[in-house]
């Protein structure tokens, strides 16, 4: 089926795209925020995907894409790195607006620091494996950065989230993978991975996904609260020129 891996592009993306015109959600207004945030995100994990498709750390099986390719990556996995990311930061926005999903700054923290610990110890253990241990340090090393450099006060909210979201996760990576079909859209040299899956889910791709997740996040937020100071800034200066 050729058209399987853009169906699963659309399926991603297109119940979180209808609701996000919701008169009580209104994700449409931050639109703008967003593709500031995931356009950049996209051509760094596209650099990314392009060498490690290159050093055969996966592939794409043909049988599955269109045939549309741009340097070297199907257009559905350019795809991917805009459908995913909007799907989870339409997630975050929607669960943040209606629930408490806040942690204690010390809960935050210690989470992070086990998490980055365990994370960086595996990755360099398993340095000889390229996918373990690129995913596994690079995620370590922005969990500490938005947490003890940038001290984000989202972190907590974002890993309930992201719990949240690794049930479709598994739904969607679990059909690239090949849950339920005779060979998989995407191929993994298991040399370059710990071999350890959820189902036919490399382990790697729960980490890869989490750090694509909270980059997209940290870019949005980052926009959105830029666009809201200007806007405040504007009514502010607006009714300064207001003659009394």
């Not at 599955?64 to 991917?80: K, Q």
């Not at 990755?123 to 003890?148: K, Q």
């Amino acid at each position: 089926m050729k058209t399987l891996y853009l169906l699963v592009d659309f399926f991603t993306i297109i119940i979180p795209l209808l609701f996000s015109f919701h008169p009580k959600i209104k994700f449409y207004k931050t639109a703008k925020a967003f593709f500031k945030a995931a356009i950049p995100v996209a051509v760094l994990f596209v650099i990314w995907d392009a060498f490690f498709t290159y050093w055969g750390v996966w592939s794409f099986n043909p049988k599955y894409l269109i045939g549309i390719y741009v340097f070297h990556l199907p257009v559905e996995e350019w795809l991917f790195f805009i459908c995913i990311p909007f799907s989870c930061v339409f997630t975050y926005y929607c669960l943040d607006r209606f629930y408490n999903l806040s942690w204690k700054p010390k809960w935050e923290s210690t989470f992070c620091i086990v998490l980055s610990v365990c994370l960086l110890l595996t990755g360099l253990l398993y340095r000889n494996r390229l996918y373990t241990s690129a995913t596994f340090i690079s995620t370590a090393f922005i969990c500490l950065l938005l947490v003890f450099v940038i001290k984000v006060n989202w972190f907590g909210k974002a890993v309930s989230v992201y719990g949240v979201l690794l049930f479709p996760f598994l739904i969607v990576n679990g059909i690239l993978t090949g849950t339920g079909l005779q060979e998989p859209v995407v191929r993994y040299n298991d040399a370059e991975n710990l071999g350890i899956r959820l189902l036919t889910i490399p382990v790697e791709d729960i980490f890869y996904g989490f750090e694509l997740f909270l980059l997209n996040l940290l870019l949005y937020l980052h926009f959105t609260n830029k666009s809201k100071s200007y806007k405040k800034q504007a009514v502010h200066s607006m009714e300064e020129t207001v003659p009394v």
